[in-house]
């Protein structure tokens, strides 16, 4: 069955350029894609369009009858003062009403006992059942914990959180809303590394559709089933993950360059064919220049096919400086605090050359502030940290800012490099900024671009220690792999704070996990530190299964002499559990006597407070 279908979709925001030129596609219900395409090819001006927040200037969108959309980038104003978990209780709206239905029905059936509102209480009540009514407390919780909105963001005002925030809580809002067809605007961009798994993990098991928009690799790897990519404004078809789309993409390059060098060769060997032929036919046969003009067609129709072209890899390369000592840095006994708050403390490590050192953990747990602290932009609270006297650093930060937002691209290049125009110039063309764009004042930029101005900025400085803080956050998929290229030929120190497990699995060759205020040293790769980690807690679990129950203190140690008491108990809770489940099969059969079921509801909540007390004194004497 089809979910959604696009048919010849046209959009443009200036004239004489489509964004969406043609654009078609279907999606069958319960599929996984990914939509990719460079920034700007109008992969969420798509999602736009799908949730009626744009118009199409041409073609047709059709959503299957009943199915409920939702849009992750699009966070909803609410009204003033909600705190965020009534933002997530919004949710539940509709449980809601059928809740507060079914109390008003009870009330009036105290005087009213039509067949009409018996039936519509049934009704509602199986509704409520059905659309999970009886758990929405137990998955709001659920989703909460699974996404890292902790109590104390539950009772903050919604208004006041930050951005990042805010995706998270709409994330969980639109999962608990049970939506049929999710668009994921770049889901994982605020999740830490234990939320990204758990969405992950949700989406694997999630029945609805899903279409997302996502630079993060290892997460389209894991839960995409096929790729659409976005490419000239039309759609190219990847029917497997992202892996699969790289592999298949690269094949179909070289095709069509083997035939775009197939062609040219044969224009080569038509034209030189109607020029002889135009040349006899001058010398007397004229029925040659027919032959000729037929060549000359069929060179003008193989001419039009254009040369195919593959994005420049990285030019340029980190200028390193050579590294002599054997520590780069130490920590000992490091402690940072805020107010009543420890981030961490009793931080020991030590960091030779050459290392590259992945440091994670969840959101809050104090990365980017030892980051700041290692570049002494802060200081420790007890303890100290020490740098080899021959280590130069460089630092991305996660928010990147330049001291003056009106100068260009190039001016910003020329004064805080000290390099040649020109090769300025070839730099910035490296990192994609080419022709008027050296132009735009660095205040202008987007997040990514700053990322990539500031990293093109690093490449020129004698370095040997670089410290990146979330380098690949803002990047969209080229510009990550034009740094993976930069970096894959930099011998020098590496630390990198990164909730990209591509990017992590790719450098790192020691893990840190800052994880209740210590670090977790791991000396390999990620995935060898995954699965280390995984082992850990098994074990713990195993452990913890092995632990002998604890005593209850207060109650009674089970005599020997007691046995008779405890089958007299037994005896009596089978027949009150007897006498109750009679109660259930004489109200399945008075289910249209509303007196009679208020009669029989009373006496079975009577009997289940018999045997409550009853399996608390059978607990008693088997403790």
């Not at 590294?323 to 030590?350: C, H, I, N, W």
Request: glycine content about 6%; aromatic content about 8%; overall charge negative.
């Amino acid at each position: 069955m089809t979910d959604l279908s696009v048919s010849n979709l046209v959009k443009s925001f200036e004239i004489g350029r489509n964004v969406l030129d043609g654009l078609s596609f279907t999606v069958t219900e319960g599929e996984r894609i990914g939509i990719l395409g460079h920034n700007g090819c109008g992969k969420t001006t798509l999602f736009r369009l799908l949730t009626g927040e744009l118009r199409a200037d041409e073609g047709e969108i059709a959503i299957a009858p009943g199915k409920r959309l939702g849009l992750i980038s699009q966070i909803p104003v609410y009204p003033e003062g909600w705190t965020t978990e009534m933002v997530l209780k919004d949710a539940h709206r509709r449980l809601y009403a059928i809740s507060e239905r079914l109390d008003e029905l009870t009330e009036r059936m105290e005087h009213d006992q039509s067949p009409a509102l018996l039936r519509e209480y049934d009704r509602l009540q199986e509704d409520f059942r059905r659309l999970g009514g009886y758990e929405m407390d137990v998955d709001r919780a659920r989703v909460a914990n699974g996404l890292d909105i902790p109590p104390a963001m539950l009772a903050q005002e919604f208004a006041l959180l930050s951005g990042g925030e805010k995706t998270r809580v709409n994330l969980a809002r639109l999962i608990l809303e049970n939506t049929d067809i999710l668009l994921l605007d770049e889901p994982t961009n605020h999740l830490d590394l234990r939320a990204t798994e758990w969405l992950e993990d949700y989406l694997l098991h999630f029945k609805g559709t899903v279409l997302a928009i996502s630079h993060d690799r290892f997460f389209l790897d894991k839960v995409v089933q096929r790729c659409i990519e976005i490419s000239d404004g039309r759609a190219e078809f990847y029917s497997g993950n992202y892996s699969f789309y790289v592999e298949e993409r690269q094949r179909r390059f070289e095709e069509k360059l083997k035939k775009y060098e197939k062609d040219q060769a044969k224009i080569e060997q038509l034209t030189r064919a109607a020029e002889q032929m135009h040349l006899w036919a001058f010398m007397g046969n004229d029925k040659l220049h027919k032959r000729a003009f037929s060549m000359e067609k069929r060179i003008e129709k193989l001419s039009r096919s254009e040369k195919p072209s593959e994005q420049k890899k990285l030019s340029v390369k980190f200028k390193e400086r050579e590294f002599v000592g054997d520590e780069v840095l130490v920590m000992d006994g490091v402690e940072k605090r805020y107010g009543d708050r420890t981030l961490f403390s009793g931080l020991d490590a030590l960091v030779t050359g050459g290392e590259r050192i992945a440091l994670v953990g969840d959101n809050g747990t104090g990365k980017s502030t030892l980051v700041k602290l290692i570049m002494d932009l802060e200081k420790p609270d007890r303890g100290w940290l020490y740098l080899g006297p021959t280590v130069r650093t460089a630092y991305l930060p996660q928010l990147v800012g330049f001291s003056n937002e009106e100068r260009s691209a190039l001016d910003t290049m020329l004064w805080d490099c000290r390099c040649q125009p020109q090769e300025a110039r070839d730099r910035l063309a490296a990192f994609g900024f080419r022709g008027e764009d050296v132009f735009t004042p660095v205040g202008a930029l987007s997040g990514g671009e700053k990322s990539r101005l500031r990293l093109c900025m690093l490449m020129g400085a004698d370095i040997n220690f670089l410290i990146l803080d979330e380098p690949t956050n803002h990047l969209d998929i080229a510009s990550r792999e034009w740094m993976e290229d930069a970096l894959s030929d930099y011998e020098q120190t590496l630390l990198f704070v990164s909730h990209d497990r591509y990017f992590i699995d790719k450098f790192a060759t020691r893990v840190w996990e800052l994880r209740d205020g210590h670090i977790t040293d791991f000396r390999g790769s990620y995935q060898e530190f995954r699965a280390w980690r995984d082992r850990q807690e098994l074990v713990a679990q195993i452990e913890k299964q092995k632990e002998p129950p604890k005593e209850k203190k207060g109650k009674p140690v089970r005599a020997k002499n007691n046995d008779k008491a405890v089958q007299k108990l037994e005896r009596e809770i089978a027949r009150l559990e007897e006498k109750t489940a009679a109660l259930d099969r004489e109200a399945e059969e008075n289910g249209s006597d509303y007196q009679k079921l208020m009669e029989l509801a009373a006496e079975k909540e009577e009997l289940e407070a018999q045997l409550m007390e009853l399996y608390e004194r059978w607990e008693e004497l088997n403790a």
